[in-house]
């Protein structure tokens, strides 16, 4: 159930800037992903936050952006890591979702470089994440390629549908990969557990608690363009 990478470059037909963040896209970049799959926790649903209609209503450096995010479901290593790192109110549940930088990924959850992992509180807030991740993290990960960097750094900071169109597609976007707001309130989760890595501890079944399930995928919002 992965999600492919190079989709970017499909779809709208537009005037070609989806197409230069596709080809910006590395090969090094879609190894990082493949490897982030077959070596951490093969059994995960770890899409990127890539989508094809990305392109749509987001700027070729933030498709480009989203192509090197990943979200996951926190595995008992990751909870342990966090409870080490304290600073939270409430601590990990096992299957809470998070971002993570999928060229870092493979590396044991306590040898992750800072920023590296982050845990939104709910799907309004991935966006905040991922502006978190791309200012404390991206441009000093020793495991992003360097050509990547210089890549986004040309692209500038266009805005494509600028507005309450680009902003309602994040939201969207979770709603496509099957991502919803914890019950609770404490997080997100993957909707019926197409997250739950194999093994998982700590999941009771309680309707307050992430890793609950009985929400249908919505389908992606379509272009107004």
Same mark, same amino acid.
């Given at each position: 159930?992965?999600?492919?990478? %190079?989709?970017?470059?499909?779809?709208?037909?537009?005037?070609?800037?989806?197409?230069?963040?596709?080809? $910006?896209?590395?090969?090094?970049?879609?190894?990082?992903?493949?490897?982030?799959?077959?070596?951490?926790?093969?059994?995960?649903?770890?899409?990127?936050?890539?989508?094809?209609?990305?392109?749509?209503?987001?700027?070729?450096?933030?498709?480009?952006?989203?192509?090197?995010?990943?979200?996951?479901?926190?595995?008992?290593?990751?909870?342990?890591?966090?409870?080490?790192?304290?600073?939270?109110?409430?601590?990990?549940?096992?299957?809470?979702?998070?971002?993570?930088?999928?060229?870092?990924?493979?590396?044991?959850?306590?040898?992750?470089?800072?920023?590296?992992? #982050?845990?939104?509180?709910?799907?309004?807030?991935?966006?905040?994440?991922?502006?978190?991740?791309?200012?404390?993290?991206?441009?000093?990960?020793?495991?992003?390629?360097?050509?990547?960097?210089?890549?986004?750094? $040309?692209?500038?900071?266009?805005? %494509?549908?600028?507005?309450?169109?680009?902003?309602?597609?994040?939201?969207?976007?979770?709603?496509?990969?099957?991502?919803?707001?914890?019950?609770?309130?404490?997080?997100?989760?993957?909707?019926?557990?197409?997250?739950? #890595?194999?093994?998982?501890?700590?999941?009771?079944?309680?309707?307050?608690?992430?890793?609950?399930?009985?929400?249908?995928? $919505?389908? #992606?919002?379509?272009?107004?363009?």
């Amino acid at each position: 159930m992965s999600h492919r990478t %190079k989709t970017c470059n499909g779809g709208s037909g537009g005037s070609g800037s989806g197409h230069a963040a596709a080809d $910006a896209y590395t090969d090094a970049s879609a190894s990082a992903h493949t490897s982030a799959h077959t070596s951490a926790h093969p059994s995960m649903y770890t899409p990127l936050l890539l989508t094809p209609l990305d392109e749509r209503y987001l700027s070729p450096q933030l498709c480009l952006i989203r192509s090197l995010v990943q979200y996951f479901p926190a595995s008992p290593e990751d909870v342990e890591v966090r409870q080490r790192k304290g600073g939270t109110a409430r601590p990990l549940r096992p299957n809470r979702v998070g971002i993570r930088c999928v060229h870092c990924a493979p590396l044991p959850a306590s040898e992750r470089p800072n920023g590296a992992v #982050s845990y939104p509180k709910n799907v309004g807030l991935v966006h905040q994440a991922v502006r978190n991740w791309q200012r404390f993290h991206l441009w000093d990960c020793p495991n992003i390629p360097q050509p990547t960097k210089d890549r986004l750094r $040309a692209m500038g900071r266009g805005r %494509k549908h600028a507005g309450t169109g680009g902003a309602a597609h994040w939201v969207d976007s979770c709603t496509a990969l099957g991502i919803r707001d914890c019950p609770d309130g404490e997080g997100i989760e993957f909707v019926d557990g197409a997250g739950a #890595s194999a093994g998982a501890s700590g999941e009771d079944g309680n309707e307050g608690d992430c890793g609950s399930s009985g929400l249908a995928l $919505a389908p #992606s919002r379509p272009s107004t363009g």
